[in-house]
């Protein structure tokens, strides 16, 4: 019989080799693997670390001055996807009472300082349709109703609608109506109405006067108005009430128009025609202004580049105000058919 190979020759001899734990643990760490182990407890910090630093976040974002047990998505009635600091500047005045939006769409903007002189050209940054005295009497009775609606009201907020809109100024059309409605009328100073006046800087057109006003009614109250009415020319009622209205949706019983034209029958003449066939068709045909031609009057009324901050403020909006239907997709007046805030009213 053979020797095995294991018996034959000269037996080896071997010697242990104590390594020490520190040599032990290196070879540990980068023995083979998938994922050496030396990777795997990297990533672990790692994970640990981002772990904490979203809960230290987090946490943070609940610290408010008042309200450190409020979730962010209710702090001062707003949803919030992220910490406080930002709402702790604005003041909550009591406007658990407003229901009632009323709306003054902006048209032109007034530069002058002494409200006698209200009705000159030369005070108003305006088109040339625009100028003449008529005209000019007829916007400034635009905000005077608008205002003695709000002191009508003691459940209105009257929201000046209109943004930044010529080159020649910094000022928006909005603000310059609040300044001539508080200049020309002292009583308008009043702290009983003027807490509910405020504006709406970021509109464009009528269309979005409209619907800007309701996310500036939800983003001033913190919550969305249950009636609107709107104070703007007679000659664009029907814009308003049978377009801009549908649009959105908004409850026919729940919107009242009112109408003041200037005080000249061949200005108004002129003005309704001009209207037809450059507001209300164009309208009729693109209903939510997102296209060529409404597309670029609103981009030839942003000199500035201005964007508004409702996608944050009035969050349940969002889709409506990116809402643009194209032909593909059935047509450029197909409506929105999102849910909305106001669905459930009847």
Known sequence: MLPSPAT???????????????????????????FTNLGLILLTLL???????????????????????????????YSVKFGSALWATIPRPRTAELNHLVIVPGHAIWTGHDPKKRLDD???????????R????ALYHHIQRGVDIGREDDHALVVFS?????????????????????????????????ARLTTEDYALDSFQNLLFSIARFKEYTGRYPERISVVGYEFKRAR?????????????????????????????RIA???????????????????????????????????FHSYYLSAPELSQLLDWCPSSQSGGKTTLFFEQLPWDHRT
């Open 134 to 137: 008529a005209r000019l009497e």
């Open 8 to 34: 034959s020759g000269k037996r080896r001899s071997f010697r242990r080799v104590d390594i020490g734990p520190q040599r032990n643990f290196s070879k540990l760490l980068l023995s083979r693997s998938r």
């Open 272 to 306: 309704t025609e001009g209207e037809r066939e450059n507001g209300f068709l164009p309208y009729t045909k693109d209903l939510y202004g997102c296209h060529a031609g409404l597309l670029d009057k609103r981009q030839h009324r942003n000199p500035f580049r201005r």
């Open 240 to 268: 308003f009430e049978t377009l801009h209205r549908k649009a959105i949706r908004w409850p026919e019983d729940k919107f009242e128009y009112y109408g003041v034209d200037p005080d000249d029958v061949e200005h108004v």
């Open 122 to 132: 030369s005070e108003w940054i305006l088109e040339p349709y625009q100028k003449g």
């Open 47 to 77: 994970t640990l670390f981002s772990l904490y630093h979203n809960l230290r976040f987090w946490f943070s974002s609940y610290a408010t001055n008042g309200d450190s047990c409020l979730p962010p998505k209710t702090v001062h009635g």
């Open 162 to 194: 209109g943004g930044q809109t010529r080159l020649q100024s910094t000022m928006t059309e909005a603000q310059s109506y609040l300044r001539l409605a508080l200049s020309s009328d002292p009583t308008y100073s009043s702290k009983d109405i003027s």
